[in-house]
């Protein structure tokens, strides 16, 4: 909390500036923007069909917004294609898990060290000898994020046979080998109980304190995005309703209509 | 051990051991390899051939195993490639006298670029659309090798006969003995800069291309780039054992090289289990002798009793000789518990 009031006076991390997307007739996002310092959790709430996973797309760069831009430390990530978005810095989870089934917990997260290294076939191929530099490499990090994570038992193990909130982790894992100045976290408690969401917000704020990462958090898990967020925006509708403290945002009239309605509706 | 923990310490050896997984064992290896250098010492001239000709198809399964298994594209088309390595390294010797073991290289080498472009439209493509638009090649080449202004090269619907190369330095071997022990070589090697590519970063970029592409993306992996790559790769190695068998068979004709000999090629690739490299040459197996077999048991029907084998295959092993290989393995590691 402290590292975030600090660098409040900086300039910012993330800044996304008056971003719309339109499909067609239906406006997606209208107007959105918020920033974020370096070494907060900001998390982004919102009812279903609020913008969130929208907003999220336009940060991995899956979708283009129809006006306003996304600059990280100072400039625009807008021109950038999607596989050129890991190398600035930039690391995701998926909503439903996206993992490469048929490998290995090992091999998924070697594969998020792909933007972090470099190679060529013909190399590769030779197993040249600054290739095998490389990949011991990749397996020193592999397994120090294994270790952190407690994953070691598993890393030899087919992913498609893990239980869902394992899974969940090795996403955690293969993005954080990727060392992202900022990770975005779809929705991570989706599918957990009680006990594991409780486990994973304690994980997301040593990720944060321990890796020194900025944490960008989609969630609808509200007692985890209070407990965890140091900053929150709240969207609905495409548009930002608050922002602010989550004391300040949960107390927000706008908020609590949108949530709960009101009576004179 | 209590049944629980066994169904912990297998469970992962029927999905896919990482390490083991596109390769064998050292000591299986090794009585592979003894066993493709000794036989053919105690063959007779025809087997040799007979032997040759597994070595080559093994690697044009291999080659397709590496792109359908590899990057999950599929391809009906390996035959074009194919048939261009052949017809590259037939003209090259024939016509402008260079020795085969340079018109190889040179075959690898254009096939892959002749992949590589192809793959750049077949982009926009996945599943059964690119599975098309390959057949689309395959069926166009034959007649491509047949044009007019190429016959001068090509000897147009004739084909072209190609010299046996002799064994060198007066090594005293026939030359179909030379000529098997010179494709082990090559084959082999290509083996194991297959499996280095598969195991290496860019095999890996393969491989979660093949599992989700959006996954892939978001972890830096250009997936146009590798797509296309992966069937450069591909083409490449289908090229050079194209090459191979002109040179085994000695001569080239437009017609070897039509859509059957894809779909063949196909077939051994899921015989041997797809994205496993060893089971090439077991797939390379099944469409070179399993036709034999079926004529020895019944001449009129011949096609009706392969496809009656085909079928058993399919339905009591899916996953091919793979399946056999990890059932075998299991079956020695239960031995060796009790």
């Known amino acids: 909390m402290t590292q975030a009031q600090l660098a409040q ?11 719309s997307v339109v499909f067609g007739g239906i406006v997606a996002l209208n107007g959105v923007s918020f920033e974020m310092h370096k070494g907060q959790i900001l998390g ?6 609020a913008g969130k996973t929208t907003l999220f797309n336009c940060l ?29 810095g930039i690391g995701r989870t998926f909503q439903n898990v996206a993992l490469f089934p048929n490998l290995s917990v090992m091999d998924n997260v070697r594969v998020g060290t792909h933007a972090r290294t470099s190679s060529d076939i013909i190399s590769d191929s030779l197993r040249l000898a600054w290739v095998r530099r490389g990949e011991s490499g990749v397996n020193k990090k592999v397994h120090e994020i ?21 899974q969940k982790r090795v996403e955690l894992a293969r993005a954080l080998a990727a060392d992202p100045k900022i990770l975005l976290l779809d929705e991570p408690a989706g599918g957990l109980n009680h006990e594991e969401v409780y486990i994973l917000g304690d994980l997301i704020r040593r990720i944060r304190d321990e890796r020194g990462m900025t944490v960008l958090l989609v969630e609808h898990h509200m007692g985890l995005v209070m407990s965890i967020a140091d900053h929150v925006v709240a969207l609905n509708f495409g548009k930002k309703l608050a922002e602010g403290t989550p004391a300040q945002v949960q107390a927000d009239p706008d908020v609590i209509k949108a949530y709960l309605g009101s009576k004179d509706q | 051990m209590s049944a629980v923990e066994d169904v912990v310490t297998e469970a992962p050896a029927v999905e896919a051991v990482p390490k083991r997984a596109m390769t064998l064992g050292s000591g299986t290896s090794i009585v592979v390899l003894l066993l493709l250098i000794a036989v053919p010492l105690f063959a007779k001239n025809f087997v040799i051939f007979q032997l040759t000709q597994l070595l080559y198809l093994g690697l044009a399964v291999l080659a397709l195993n590496i792109l359908t298994g590899g990057s999950g594209q599929f391809s009906l088309g390996q035959s074009a490639f ?30 892959f670029g002749v992949g590589f472009l192809f793959g750049q439209p077949a982009l926009r493509l996945s599943g059964v659309y690119l599975a098309l638009a390959t057949f689309a090649l395959a ?7 047949k044009l007019n202004f190429l016959e001068k090269w090509t000897g147009g619907v004739q084909g072209l006969v190609v010299t046996k190369p002799d064994a060198p330095f007066g090594l005293p071997m026939s030359q179909d003995m030379w000529l098997y022990y010179f494709t082990l070589v090559v084959v082999l090697a290509i083996y194991i800069f297959s499996v280095n590519l598969l195991r290496s970063r860019s095999g890996r970029a393969f491989m979660a291309i093949r599992d989700n592409e959006i996954a892939a993306s978001a972890m830096g992996v250009n997936v146009a780039l590798y797509k296309t790559l992966a069937f450069g790769v591909s083409a490449g190695i289908t090229g050079v054992a194209g090459g191979l068998s002109a040179i085994a068979v000695q001569f080239v004709a437009p017609d070897s090289f039509t859509i059957t000999l ?10 041997g289990g797809v994205g496993w490299l060893p089971g090439s040459i077991i797939g390379a197996a099944f469409i070179i002798f399993v036709p034999n077999i079926a004529e020895g048991i019944s001449k009129g029907l011949s096609g009706a009793v392969f496809g009656v084998l085909l079928f058993l295959v399919i339905y009591l092993v899916p996953h091919g000789a793979r399946q056999v290989a990890i059932l075998g393995q299991q079956f020695a590691g239960r031995l060796r518990k009790n």
């Open chain 1, 60 to 88: 991995s760069r899956l979708y283009q917004p129809s006006s306003g831009d996304i600059l990280l430390e100072g400039a625009s990530i807008l021109t950038r294609p999607p596989h050129r978005i890991a190398e600035i």
């Open chain 1, 44 to 49: 982004l709430i919102g009812p279903n069909g």
């Open chain 1, 146 to 166: 294994l270790a952190y994570l407690d994953l070691e038992d598993v890393a030899h193990t087919t992913v498609s046979g893990l239980p869902f909130g394992t």
């Open chain 2, 82 to 111: 194919y048939g261009i390595g052949a017809y590259i390294t037939a003209v090259m010797m024939e016509q402008f006298n260079i020795p085969y073991f340079l018109c190889l290289p040179v075959a690898g080498v254009l096939c």
């Open chain 2, 262 to 271: 894809a779909i063949q090629l196909f077939l051994g690739m899921v015989v």
């Open chain 2, 139 to 145: 069926t166009a080449m034959p007649q491509l090798l």
């Open chain 1, 9 to 19: 006076g900086t300039s910012p991390l993330l800044a996304v500036r008056d971003v």
